[in-house]
């Protein structure tokens, strides 16, 4: 038995969630998540990874946790926490700016209304960067914490809308005003960007070494709803700001100013429209002018990219080929010097001082994100493990590459299956959310060991629309064909299913998000499976494209129904709904505004309204999160979430007694 066999113990597991190098290259900190003592939420806390032997040592403790680690250049750590102040009065719990010196306490560095997140600083200088909130209107500090103070007194939560997005995931967008600010070493706070308005929703900046640039994105309201992002640089100690990269039909997302401020690396997106797909690079923007060059970077899609210390190397993660891989690029011609590594997926890259090693975070769907450090002379290496907090539990099986030739395309996916199974194990596909991601890493909201510890075999594909793959991937099944990504599922699990040791006849398909549209989908093209799982998936398209909090770039790459009336009848599920025999879970968090939950409040109806039997034996059934967004953020709802998904498919597939999780009413 392992942790994996009881969703309890599964989800009590302590996970690592980030990573930061001190300036000297001494200490290694990692932020840890686990559950709160009631088990109703998850807490952060603070750990030194050692670098010379010994085990790992907890830094900090306090019921509220603490989040976004960064180090000053005086070996001082910095991180946001909503702790109360010792000795206070006030009933403050807005996340803060705290700083934990190289010995003693921590103590309050500086506090704003609205809270505190995001912390940045400037690797040569003492200047910090974080993303707080006004409410707009507020002339400062004062007046914003005044009118807060009656919004919360008279429960005040009425928003006045003047365009579109409203919302963003799980956010209510118009409420405050995202702001970019500035903290001294003394803990004095300045507003660096007083016109934000909405113009810093999840804004993403970088700071040069001296402190004097910053890089941020900046977002528009544009007509029909568009809100892209552009970059903008800021001068710190005017507030000056000024364009850096914009245009028609673009995104550019990520700026990372180089140390010496001269060049700015990010990501450019396309639009895409119906017949085009949207198509990316990572360029490298001079700031003073001059033409941007763009990274080499094959079938590697780029998830994170940082500067060396000394600015002549740009290092670059990202998925490729079912794995990911870590690039050391020439920012000088956009070639790649090297590869690092192509194991696994990486995340959190840290150079060290001294340029020849780099800490990251390394993912793969057998191993939980745990520290690494990897030498910046090797290629494809095997990185050097390093003591963790959070190491990853034995696991209840094994894990196994497959591929099948599609239309002259070699699909390919991970096989999870059970160890000393007494017969052919029964088949659960997990098709993957995005749909553009890869199941490269770790996952903790849909980990197949959990279903593997249950005696089941786990599929995950990487069908078309996948990343890592070049961008011929993502073109195979634009704009988002369910048939032509089922026809790539589809056979990769006959595939496998040819096998002896799995079983054919007892097999579940499984979801979420895109993956939960394309299970709802398969429900109406298929009866081969004994259960559907589909979580926060799209089901009325016509209907989710507009209710959605990305409506603008679902209506540039959908169009509406009269303009592209064979789409949506050969893709949205809905039209399907009297073709579906097989049993049904549906699950969805009422707060998920990327896929509303009126696509499963719809669903629902369709398939209760269908069935003629008695009502106690409908074999379909809702989990409603009610306090839940797109993702599954509490232990206790996670537990329910595997509890139930075990015991639906347990019952429909493999003719088990279903009990429902004694933490539902």
Same mark, same amino acid.
């Given at each position: 038995?392992?942790?994996?066999?009881?969703?309890?113990?599964?989800?009590?597991?302590?996970?690592?969630?980030?990573?930061?190098?001190?300036?000297?290259?001494?200490? *290694?900190?990692?932020?840890?998540?686990?559950?709160? !003592?009631?088990?109703?939420?998850?807490?952060?806390?603070?750990?030194?990874?050692?670098?010379?032997?010994?085990?790992?040592?907890?830094?900090?403790?306090?019921?509220?946790?603490?989040?976004?680690?960064?180090? +000053?250049?005086?070996?001082?750590?910095?991180?946001?926490?909503?702790?109360? $102040?010792?000795?206070?009065?006030?009933?403050?719990?807005?996340?803060?700016?705290?700083?934990?010196?190289? #010995?003693?306490?921590?103590?309050?560095?500086?506090?704003?209304?609205?809270?505190?997140?995001?912390?940045?600083?400037?690797?040569?200088?003492?200047?910090?960067? @974080?993303?707080?909130?006004?409410?707009?209107?507020?002339?400062?500090?004062?007046?914003?914490?005044?009118?807060?103070?009656?919004?919360?007194?008279?429960?005040?939560?009425?928003?006045?809308?003047?365009?579109?997005?409203?919302?963003?995931?799980?956010?209510?967008?118009?409420?405050?005003?995202?702001?970019?600010?500035?903290?001294?070493?003394?803990?004095?706070?300045?507003?660096?960007?007083?016109?934000?308005?909405?113009?810093?929703?999840?804004?993403?900046?970088?700071?040069?070494?001296?402190?004097?640039?910053?890089?941020? #994105?900046?977002?528009?309201?544009?007509?029909?709803?568009?809100?892209?992002?552009?970059?903008?640089?800021?001068?710190?100690?005017?507030?000056?700001? !000024?364009?850096?990269?914009?245009?028609?039909?673009?995104?550019?997302?990520?700026?990372?100013?180089?140390?010496?401020?001269?060049?700015?690396?990010?990501?450019?997106?396309?639009?895409?429209?119906?017949? $085009?797909?949207?198509?990316?690079?990572?360029?490298?923007?001079?700031?003073?002018?001059?033409?941007?060059?763009?990274?080499?970077?094959?079938? @590697?899609?780029?998830? $994170?990219?940082?500067?060396?210390?000394?600015?002549?190397?740009?290092?670059?993660?990202?998925?490729?080929?079912?794995?990911?891989?870590?690039?050391?690029?020439?920012?000088?011609?956009?070639?790649?010097?090297? +590869?690092?590594?192509?194991?696994?997926?990486?995340?959190?890259?840290?150079?060290?001082?001294?340029?020849?090693?780099?800490?990251?975070?390394?993912?793969?769907?057998?191993?939980?994100?745990?520290?690494?450090?990897?030498?910046?002379?090797?290629?494809?290496?095997?990185?050097?493990?390093?003591?963790?907090?959070?190491?990853?539990?034995?696991?209840?099986?094994?894990?196994? $590459? @497959?591929?099948?030739?599609?239309?002259?395309?070699?699909?390919?996916?991970?096989?999870?299956?059970?160890?000393?199974?007494?017969?052919?194990?029964?088949?659960?596909?997990?098709?993957?959310?995005?749909?553009?991601?890869?199941?490269?890493?770790?996952?903790?909201?849909?980990?197949?060991?959990?279903?593997?510890?249950?005696?089941?075999?786990?599929?995950?594909?990487?069908?078309?629309?996948?990343?890592?793959?070049?961008?011929?991937?993502?073109?195979?099944?634009?704009?988002?064909?369910?048939?032509?990504?089922?026809?790539?599922?589809?056979?990769?699990?006959?595939? @496998?299913?040819?096998?002896?040791?799995?079983?054919?006849?007892?097999?579940?398909?499984?979801?979420?998000?895109?993956?939960?549209?394309?299970?709802?989908?398969?429900?109406?093209?298929?009866?081969?499976?004994?259960?559907?799982?589909?979580?926060?998936?799209?089901?009325?398209?016509?209907?989710?494209?507009?209710?959605?909090?990305?409506?603008?770039?679902?209506?540039?790459?959908?169009?509406?129904?009269?303009?592209?009336?064979?789409?949506?009848?050969?893709?949205?599920?809905?039209?399907?709904?009297? !073709?579906?025999?097989?049993?049904?879970?549906?699950?969805?968090?009422?707060?998920?505004?990327?896929?509303?939950?009126?696509?499963?409040?719809?669903?629902?109806?369709?398939?209760?309204?269908?069935?003629?039997?008695?009502?106690?034996? *409908?074999?379909?059934?809702?989990?409603?999160?009610?306090?839940?967004?797109?993702?599954?953020?509490?232990?206790?709802?996670?537990?329910?979430?595997?509890?139930?998904?075990?015991?639906?498919?347990?019952?429909?597939?493999?003719?088990?007694?279903?009990?429902?999780?004694?933490?539902?009413?």
């Amino acid at each position: 038995m392992t942790e994996f066999a009881d969703p309890a113990a599964f989800v009590a597991l302590p996970r690592l969630t980030a990573l930061t190098l001190a300036a000297d290259g001494r200490r *290694l900190v990692a932020a840890i998540q686990a559950p709160d !003592r009631k088990g109703a939420r998850y807490a952060s806390s603070l750990w030194e990874i050692p670098l010379d032997g010994g085990g790992p040592v907890r830094l900090t403790r306090s019921a509220k946790g603490e989040v976004a680690p960064v180090f +000053r250049p005086d070996g001082a750590l910095l991180f946001a926490s909503g702790r109360p $102040e010792p000795e206070a009065d006030g009933d403050e719990d807005d996340p803060a700016l705290w700083v934990l010196p190289p #010995t003693g306490e921590p103590r309050l560095l500086a506090r704003t209304p609205g809270g505190i997140s995001g912390p940045v600083v400037a690797a040569a200088a003492g200047t910090t960067i @974080v993303l707080g909130r006004r409410l707009p209107g507020s002339s400062d500090a004062e007046d914003d914490a005044a009118r807060r103070k009656t919004r919360k007194d008279r429960k005040i939560n009425a928003i006045l809308h003047t365009g579109m997005p409203i919302r963003y995931w799980d956010s209510e967008l118009g409420a405050d005003s995202p702001r970019l600010l500035a903290v001294n070493e003394d803990g004095a706070v300045r507003d660096l960007t007083p016109d934000a308005g909405f113009a810093l929703t999840t804004a993403d900046y970088s700071i040069t070494a001296d402190g004097t640039t910053v890089a941020t #994105t900046w977002r528009r309201r544009r007509t029909g709803g568009a809100f892209p992002y552009e970059v903008h640089l800021i001068d710190v100690a005017s507030g000056d700001r !000024r364009v850096l990269a914009a245009g028609a039909g673009l995104s550019h997302q990520g700026p990372r100013i180089s140390p010496d401020g001269r060049l700015v690396a990010l990501l450019t997106e396309t639009d895409g429209s119906f017949t $085009e797909p949207f198509a990316w690079s990572l360029r490298i923007v001079p700031v003073d002018g001059g033409p941007a060059g763009e990274v080499d970077l094959g079938d @590697v899609y780029p998830t $994170e990219w940082t500067w060396a210390s000394d600015g002549a190397t740009l290092y670059v993660s990202g998925d490729h080929h079912g794995r990911g891989a870590v690039l050391a690029v020439d920012p000088a011609t956009g070639a790649v010097r090297r +590869r690092l590594a192509a194991d696994a997926a990486y995340s959190n890259l840290n150079q060290a001082p001294d340029g020849a090693a780099l800490y990251a975070l390394r993912s793969a769907v057998d191993a939980a994100p745990h520290p690494v450090r990897l030498d910046t002379a090797a290629s494809d290496q095997q990185p050097v493990g390093l003591p963790t907090p959070a190491p990853t539990p034995p696991l209840p099986g094994r894990l196994e $590459e @497959v591929t099948v030739e599609v239309a002259g395309a070699t699909v390919r996916g991970w096989l999870c299956r059970p160890e000393g199974a007494a017969g052919p194990a029964p088949v659960m596909t997990f098709i993957h959310g995005g749909p553009f991601m890869s199941a490269n890493a770790w996952s903790w909201r849909w980990n197949p060991w959990v279903c593997v510890a249950a005696g089941w075999a786990v599929l995950m594909p990487d069908p078309a629309l996948s990343t890592g793959y070049g961008p011929e991937w993502i073109a195979r099944a634009w704009p988002h064909r369910a048939a032509l990504v089922w026809r790539d599922v589809e056979a990769l699990l006959d595939a @496998v299913l040819s096998r002896p040791d799995l079983d054919e006849t007892r097999t579940a398909c499984l979801g979420g998000s895109f993956g939960g549209f394309m299970t709802n989908w398969v429900a109406g093209h298929t009866d081969r499976f004994g259960a559907i799982v589909t979580h926060a998936g799209l089901w009325a398209l016509e209907q989710q494209h507009d209710t959605t909090d990305a409506a603008h770039w679902k209506n540039t790459w959908f169009g509406e129904p009269d303009e592209h009336p064979e789409w949506y009848a050969e893709n949205s599920p809905e039209r399907f709904v009297d !073709r579906i025999a097989t049993p049904m879970l549906v699950i969805h968090g009422n707060r998920d505004y990327r896929v509303p939950v009126s696509e499963a409040l719809r669903l629902w109806w369709d398939l209760v309204k269908r069935w003629g039997g008695e009502p106690a034996e *409908l074999p379909h059934r809702f989990l409603n999160l009610t306090n839940e967004n797109h993702w599954v953020l509490s232990p206790a709802n996670a537990e329910i979430w595997y509890d139930t998904v075990l015991g639906f498919c347990g019952q429909h597939v493999l003719d088990r007694n279903w009990q429902p999780s004694s933490l539902l009413p």
